[in-house]
T-cell receptor, first 113, second 113 residues
Framework: DGGITQSPKYLFRKEGQNVTLSCEQNLNHDAMYWYRQDPGQGLRLIYYSQIVNDFQKGDIAEGYSVSREKKESFPLTVTSAQKNPTAFYLC????????????FGDGTRLSIL | SQELEQSPQSLIVQEGKNLTINCTSSKTLYGLYWYKQKYGEGLIFLMMLQKGGEEKSHEKITAKLDEKKQQSSLHITASQPSHAGIYLCGASNSGGSNYKLTFGKGTLLTVNP
């Protein structure tokens, strides 16, 4: 079945450590997205990519980095510069440049040790 | 930038009751997406509305976009415990394209058996 796989489901970060969240899709979608969700808040866009080797900052990109070396993969690194990383992170993908909906993975919950 | 306000923030209903969730935008809605989320999981796409006055139904859930395209409602008929979860509306910021969506903060629905 086609879908989006995020791993790990739970992740713990120590002070000063960078961690990487994985997102893989087999939907053949060009566009991929990373969102952050905090309790009582909606989703906020961190980064998005509409094509391989290209990505743009979203509304809250500071302290995060991404790469898009393959169409299927869009990993997110939470760097030590992100001072409040505890949140639920969601990856999504979609067909580029249409009104078709974004499809989401099951999320990764990141906590600080 | 576009803002989406959802009401109510939370809702508790008895099984079998009808309910409505609203999503109001500060700007014209070119594409409005409804998603459902169970706690700690990803978003499941429900329906997409594009045209003023449009109405779509899936099983016991009906979504409408008003004629002025600034408000959408989600109506559940004869609610069941399986309807419980967080309902989020998302809207396109980019004149109908599906990237850079803005999301409301969500409505938490509890259905008591």
């Amino acid at each position: 079945d086609g879908g989006i796989t995020q791993s790990p489901k739970y992740l713990f970060r120590k002070e000063g450590q960078n961690v990487t969240l994985s997102c893989e899709q087999n939907l053949n979608h060009d566009a991929m997205y990373w969102y952050r969700q905090d309790p009582g808040q909606g989703l906020r866009l961190i980064y998005y990519s509409q094509i391989v080797n290209d990505f743009q900052k979203g509304d809250i990109a500071e302290g995060y980095s991404v790469s898009r070396e393959k169409k299927e993969s869009f990993p997110l690194t939470v760097t030590s510069a992100q001072k409040n990383p505890t949140a639920f992170y969601l990856c999504a993908s979609s067909i580029k440049g249409t009104i078709q909906p974004q499809h989401f993975g099951d999320g990764t919950r990141l906590s600080i040790l | 930038s576009q803002e989406l306000e959802q009401s109510p923030q939370s809702l508790i209903v008895q099984e079998g009751k009808n309910l409505t969730i609203n999503c109001t935008s500060s700007k014209t809605l070119y594409g409005l997406y409804w998603y459902k989320q169970k706690y700690g999981e990803g978003l499941i796409f429900l329906m997409m509305l594009q045209k003023g006055g449009e109405e779509k139904s899936h099983e016991k859930i009906t979504a409408k976009l008003d004629e002025k395209k600034q408000q959408s409602s989600l109506h559940i008929t004869a609610s069941q415990p399986s309807h419980a979860g967080i309902y989020l509306c998302g809207a396109s910021n980019s004149g109908g394209s599906n990237y850079k969506l803005t999301f409301g903060k969500g409505t938490l629905l509890t259905v008591n058996p």
